[in-house]
């Protein structure tokens, strides 16, 4: 609820995001979410910069529109550059990856793909990530699928003033 209580509910301009307008239609459901999502996105371990590579690739791989416009505000916020945005597109093969990068974007392809992070791409996480950013990561990748999903199935329209970018 402290996301709430900070204002994450609303855009910029005050109003409310329609994601959360949406999922006001069950405030139980809303209430009991929010304390998960505030720890992913405020309170985990992960940087924001890892944070936000791991939500865009979600945004990709699960074509959901409206993940990947409000989060390409915020890695931009984050300091990840719109080339770096663009190279998330490509995903985790692309040239100018650290391996750590690289292995964290695979970690998303990995779990939406086969339901579990690969051997090889844990041994490189492992080698810069604690168990605790591991784990972090995991359910951040899960929690963007989730939401990914009810807002490609509920048909969430992107916010007034977030470009269409995916």
Request: with cysteine; proline share 3%.
């Amino acid at each position: 609820m402290e996301l709430y209580a900070r204002g994450g509910l609303s855009g910029p301009d005050g109003s409310t995001l329609n994601i959360f307008a949406t999922l006001a239609n069950h405030p139980a459901l809303l209430r009991r979410w929010l304390v998960f999502a505030t720890h992913v996105l405020a309170k985990s371990s992960l940087t924001p910069r890892d944070r936000e590579l791991a939500i865009l690739r979600v945004g990709v791989v699960c074509g959901s529109n409206y993940e990947f416009a409000q989060h390409h505000v915020i890695a931009q916020r984050c300091g990840i550059t719109i080339a770096e945005i663009d190279q998330v597109r490509v995903g985790p093969a692309h040239h100018e990856w650290s391996p750590t990068e690289s292995a964290l974007l695979s970690a998303v392809d990995e779990l939406h793909r086969d339901s579990r992070i690969g051997d090889d791409t844990w041994r490189t996480l492992a080698t810069t990530f604690s168990t605790e950013q591991i784990l972090d990561l995991i359910f951040t990748i899960g929690n963007y699928h989730l939401v990914s999903f009810a807002l490609n199935s509920i048909g969430v329209e992107l916010d007034d003033g977030i470009a269409d970018v995916l």
